[in-house]
């Protein structure tokens, strides 16, 4: 109950100042880091066979910490970039992290901007809703697309081997899609959420419990509320009576829709080998009007092995999908242009629904997004990595491929620390897939070769 009525008045008021020791009368372990990086992205265009850089960024980051040793700690991670986004000038300040947390005797509680994730896979998981990711933030490093929500999280410890959590997201803060930089046909426009949706009715909860037992850690969690993933949902459809053919002019709008998810996931070791487990059910639902936006119900699962063997780490994992109420997409997805000879042979039909075509080209969309058009998917990933020179030297390969959509993605990498706080990263994000699959849409603007330079403080 106390740790509850903390929570809400630090959800509502804030930490009064009066508690906070003022510096150097009562603050212990004040600590400050962080990093500045410069790096650049360059690939082959495909329209001219010449090299471009699309992508080049200077970074700064900071990170605060400070507290009284006993029951409390402040945390911050600040953020700035200045550079170029797919051709795009950028310069963004952002507060990736800021949260203050208050510890009990079996309790703790936080609240501010924090990034959680849950499950225990490497690559993928299904069980974790409660961080939004910006898929188009390119770094070397790929925790930098995670993204933090401002939450009130409580945690009870009631025994050494149960951890039980509750996590309130009162605002909607939406994952950055791949989908700026796609190329959309001429009569289509696309249309951004705001960063944070500031609305009450667009809050979520989670909920999760933890087991350490000898030998092996699992727990179960559920989510309700809005996915961090939006729907892309049509919102404007309109014809020019002034043409011959009536082409149609299509708004597309990121929309929220809800979701609730429930997942388990384990973790042990058996001999030298890591095992690793995930599986989770999602139930989304439409908040009213069309569900073009809205994903069918799934289950995923995830199978997860890892071994070291002397300066080798080798980490393999598969992951399955089953869609739930499937049913074979009527339509393509709308990803090019009109055929206008197929739309004139369409609209000589007279019950042909224009407006209901296009709603299902986009549902179609949606399904290519979420890998939904068909029944089952299976993929498997594997990352190899070693060193040389005590960790100066560190090579890697990641790769994935998906045998249902015959989708392939390739990182191979090469991480160079000549000293101290200096780290040259070098590498290559590789996209290929067949004809009219979701990473023939991205390949021209997502490959890319990069360089980055970091020195740590």
Known sequence: MIPMIVLSFLFQEGVPQDTIPAYGTGLQNITMGGFFRGGFYSWIRSSDNKLYVPDAFSDLGLTLQAGNGKNYNAFADLRYRYGSQFSTPVSRFDLKEGFIKLYG????????????????????????????????????????????????????????????????????????????????????????????????????????????????????SWFDGFDPMPGIAMTKFMIDPGQPLPVPSVELSETPYRNRVAAADFETAIGNFGLRGEGAWSSPSAQGGTDEYVPLPDLKWVAGLDWFSGNWHFIGEYSGKYVARYYPSPVKPLTAGPDYTELALLLSDPSFDLREYVREEVAAFNRLYNYQLKRYYHSFALRIETNFLYDKIVPSLFSSFNFTSHELFVIPELKIKPSDGLTITTGAEVYSGPVNSLFSLINDFMNGFYVSLRVDF
């Open 105 to 220: 005797k079996k309790w703790d509680v936080t609240a501010g901007q924090k990034i959680i994730k849950r499950g225990r896979a490497d690559f993928t998981n299904p069980a974790s809703k409660l961080a939004p990711q910006d898929y188009l933030y390119r770094s070397p490093d790929r925790d930098d697309m995670d993204v933090g929500n401002l939450l009130s999280e409580v945690r009870w410890h009631p025994s050494p081997i149960v951890d039980l959590e509750a996590v309130i997201v009162p605002f909607y803060r939406a994952s950055t899609l791949i989908i700026d930089p796609v190329p959309l046909p001429s009569d289509v426009s696309f249309k951004r959420l705001n960063s944070i949706i500031a609305d009450s009715k667009f809050k979520s909860y989670g909920l999760k419990a933890d087991f350490h037992l000898k030998g092996v850690d699992w727990s179960f």
